[in-house]
């Protein structure tokens, strides 16, 4: 009798144990999200997945009347966040040696923080000379940035026109 009780207990506390153990499991797993209930629009930093050449309808209607090549302020803000919901513009353009402060930015790697990036930035700041906006470039309501590379892709390309028309030009 007191053997078989003694049975009995220890196939109740491994029964215990293992249901536990797999309930752990499983609530891991949720938590870490290994385990989906539906299929989620954006990856795991926040961008949508299926990026289609449609704008957002709220966009589609504000943005229709402006022509092609014309400044379209705060468009750039809007299509990044229908993007990548996550994103906001904490930030100034262009930092400076106050960068540190930006606390908002940085949770985030680059390009939308500087997480990981605190000695980089100090470096580059360090050796460059005049970082910040110029007084008419910063009263301007809408800014047009074009970032070229220094490659030679470019060369021959009589692109030089086209690049001039931009407020910012970021090698």
Sequence with gaps: ???????????????????LVLGFLYYSAWKLHLLRWEDSKYDKLGFLLKLDSKLPPELASKYANISEGVCKPGYASALMTAIFPK??????????????KWARIRDFVPPFGIKG?????????SV????????????????RCIIVGNGGILANKSLGLKID?????IR
Excluded: H
């Design 1 to 19: 009798m007191k053997m078989g009780l003694l049975v009995f207990m220890r196939n109740l506390l491994l029964a215990l144990c293992l249901f």
């Design 87 to 100: 994103f906001s513009r904490p930030a100034p353009m262009f930092l400076d040696d106050s960068f540190r």
């Design 117 to 125: 990036q605190d000695n980089l930035i100090k470096a580059i700041l």
């Design 128 to 143: 460059t000379k005049d970082y910040r906006l110029t007084p008419a470039l910063d009263s301007l309501s809408c800014r």
């Design 165 to 169: 028309d931009y407020d910012i030009v």
